[in-house]
């Protein structure tokens, strides 16, 4: 079955910072592997989505994720953070279920000091 | 252009009512999809709906039951409900459903009490 792993409940770091939030994944075939970003009360924004091809990716906002088959990870990075990354990030992975849904993790919470 | 669009924003119900929530995609998208999201939690699977038809449903009860209309909006209903069935319901419209190009609408916030 298809599931996905955040390890990290909530980071802090310094804007200016980099940053890596871990994902972890559990699917059988070649997964597709996506991160959103959601703001307070907000929806979900697409940051970068891995089908296939070139293992790093580069998404919105200056982030960018690598996808390692032989961990199951899709990390997601960014060298520099502004006090507007401060957020609720989300790792997911598109599987077959009847229909193209997505599955999450629990999300990574940003807070991002001054 | 107008993105995918929600309402009510919020709303508050009492334990065994019933509440409908409605979803608008973007303009051309004929596939919409509905997520829970409870506090502290990841989005979870509920419907998705393309060309009116259920395309794939996740692991909810029965009291949960949509539909899609012609022009593509659709309506997510919930019945006789829970205190758990407080949460975030988000829809996601995109062009067919088979590319995971989904688009995410803010959300209607249920509370049940």
């Known amino acids: 079955a298809q599931s996905v792993t955040q390890p990290d409940i909530h980071i802090t770091v310094s804007e200016g910072a980099s940053l890596e939030l871990r994902c972890n994944y559990s699917y059988g075939a070649t997964p597709y592997l996506f991160w959103y970003v959601q703001s307070p009360g907000q929806g979900l924004q697409l940051l970068l989505k891995y089908f296939s091809g070139d293992t790093l990716v580069q998404g919105i906002k200056g982030f960018e994720a690598e996808f390692k088959r032989s961990q199951s990870s899709f990390n997601l990075r960014k060298p520099s953070v502004h006090w507007s990354d401060a957020a609720e990030y989300f790792c997911?992975?598109?599987?077959?279920?009847?229909?193209?849904?997505?599955?999450f993790g629990t999300g990574t919470r940003l807070t991002v000091i001054p | 252009d107008a993105g995918v669009t929600q309402s009510p924003t919020h709303l508050i119900k009492t334990r065994g009512q019933h509440v409908t929530l409605r979803c608008s995609p973007i303009s051309g998208h004929k596939s919409v999809s509905w997520y829970q999201q409870v506090l502290g939690q990841g989005p979870q699977f509920i419907f998705q709906y393309y060309e009116k038809e259920e395309r794939g449903r996740g692991n909810f009860p029965d009291r949960f039951s949509a539909r899609q209309f012609p022009n593509y909006s659709s309506e997510l209903n919930v019945n006789a409900l829970l205190l758990g069935d407080s949460a975030l319901y988000l829809c996601?419209?995109?062009?067919?459903?088979?590319?995971?190009?989904?688009?995410f609408g803010s959300g209607t916030r249920l509370t049940v009490v």
């Open positions: 996601a419209s995109s062009l067919q459903g088979t590319d995971y190009g989904y688009t």
């Open positions: 997911a992975v598109g599987a077959w279920a009847g229909a193209n849904n997505l599955f």
